[in-house]
C-alpha cells in the first residue's frame, strides 16, 4: 500500500489500519483533512488512498462548489453500489473519495452545507415551497489545505483524521529524485540527485520540476554524456538562479527587502507592495522556508530579517564583489529587488 509514495510513515501506517477497518466495516472512510505546505504531497495522498480503496476518485476546487445546486450535481455521480433504490444499504458498497484542494477557500455557508452533508450523509433540496431530505450514498471527504485555522470550527471538527503533511527530508528528497528521473527514462547520478534534493526545500513538487528542467537542459548542453551529473546539475541551477539552499530570486527579494528594512518588523502588504509579489505567493511559499532555515521570523508587528539572513547576504554580496562585474548594478537589483518606497 501507498508504495509510489515516499516518507511520512506515520501518516502511512494510519491510513492503512483506517482502510482496512472501513472494508471490513462495510462503511466509508473517515473523512480527512491535510494540512501542510504548497507541493508536499496532499494530492498524491488523496489519489492514492482513492487507488487503495478501488474507489471513484471525484477531484473539485472551491470555484466548482458555489451553491448548494453545484454540491448536489457532485453528489449526483456517487457510487450506489450496494444500496437500493430508496437509499439502504442491502450489499457491499463502493465509498467515492471526494478531493477538495484549497478547501478553506470554500464559501462558509458551504461549508456549513458541506459540513451537515459530511456528518448526516443526507442533503436537503427546495423544490417549489418544500423541502426534500435525501440519503447521500457513503463517501469519504479528503480536504487540502495550507490554512487550517481560516476554516469555520465546525467543519473543520467533521474531518476525523486531521494529517500534517512536512518538508521531506535530504535522503526521502534523494529518493524521489531518482525514482522520478526512472519515469522520466533520465539517467541520474546519486549525487546529482542528492544537490537536487538540497535545493528543492523538501518540497516534491520541486523535485519533479527541477528535475525535469536539468534534464532538458542536460539533452541539448551535455548531449555527450550518460548521466546527469552533479557538475550538470550545478550549471543548471546556475542558470535558473536557485542557489544552494534552494532560494529563487522571489526568495532573496523578500530577503533583501526585510534587511532594507532592519529597523524596524514589515507587514506583510508592505513586503508584497515593496517585492511586487503576491501576498500570498510569500505567505504560503516564501515564508515557511525561509521561517525553517532561521532566515527570517514573524512578530506581532510583522517580519524580520535574523541575523542569519543578515549573514546570508553579506556572504552574497562578498561572492558578487570578486566578479568581473560587480561595478555595474548592485546585487539586489540584479537579482529583482529594489526598494520602492524609498
Known amino acids: ?119 448526516e450523509f443526507e442533503i436537503s433540496s427546495v423544490i417549489g415551497e418544500q423541502i426534500f431530505r435525501q440519503k447521500v450514498p457513503l463517501f469519504t471527504l479528503i480536504g487540502a489545505t495550507t490554512l487550517a485555522g481560516t476554516l469555520t470550527k465546525p467543519f473543520r471538527e467533521r474531518f476525523k483524521l486531521s494529517l500534517k503533511l512536512k518538508s521531506y527530508s535530504i535522503e526521502e528528497s534523494t529518493e524521489i529524485a531518482l525514482l522520478h528521473a526512472k519515469r522520466l527514462s533520465a539517467e541520474v547520478e546519486h549525487p546529482a540527485a542528492s544537490e537536487i534534493a538540497r535545493r528543492s526545500k523538501g518540497i516534491p513538487r520541486l523535485i519533479v520540476s527541477h528535475l525535469e528542467n536539468i534534464a532538458d537542459y542536460a539533452s541539448i548542453h551535455f548531449r555527450e554524456l550518460g548521466a546527469i551529473t552533479e557538475h550538470v546539475v550545478e550549471k543548471a541551477f546556475e542558470l535558473f538562479a536557485i542557489d544552494s539552499l534552494g532560494l529563487d530570486s522571489v526568495d532573496r527579494k523578500v530577503v533583501w527587502c526585510l534587511a532594507d528594512n532592519a529597523d524596524k518588523p514589515v507587514g506583510v502588504e508592505s513586503l508584497a507592495l515593496q517585492t511586487n509579489e503576491a501576498i500570498e505567493t510569500i505567505i504560503h511559499v516564501v515564508e515557511p522556508y525561509l521561517m525553517s532555515i532561521g532566515f527570517i521570523q514573524r512578530t506581532p508587528r510583522g517580519r524580520k530579517i535574523t541575523d542569519k539572513g543578515m549573514a546570508y547576504l553579506k556572504r552574497r554580496d562578498k561572492q558578487q564583489s570578486s566578479g568581473p562585474s560587480s561595478h555595474q548594478t548592485p546585487l539586489a537589483q540584479k537579482e529583482g529587488y529594489s526598494n520602492v518606497a524609498s
Open 1 to 119: 500500500m501507498f508504495t509510489n509514495i515516499i516518507g511520512n510513515q506515520n501518516i502511512k501506517n494510519i491510513l492503512k489500519f483506517k482502510i482496512e477497518a472501513s472494508r471490513q466495516q462495510n462503511k466509508a472512510l473517515s473523512h480527512i483533512l491535510f494540512e501542510g505546505p504548497p507541493g508536499t504531497g496532499k494530492t498524491s495522498f488523496a489519489k492514492a488512498i482513492a487507488r487503495e480503496m478501488n474507489a471513484e476518485f471525484i477531484s473539485v476546487t472551491p470555484k466548482l462548489v458555489q451553491q448548494p445546486k453545484d454540491l448536489i450535481r457532485i453528489i449526483s455521480r456517487f457510487s450506489r453500489e450496494g444500496y437500493d433504490a430508496e437509499g439502504n444499504i442491502v450489499g457491499r458498497i463502493k465509498p467515492t473519495v471526494v478531493f477538495i484542494d484549497e478547501v478553506h477557500a470554500l464559501k462558509p455557508e458551504i461549508q456549513e452545507l458541506l459540513g451537515i452533508v459530511i456528518e
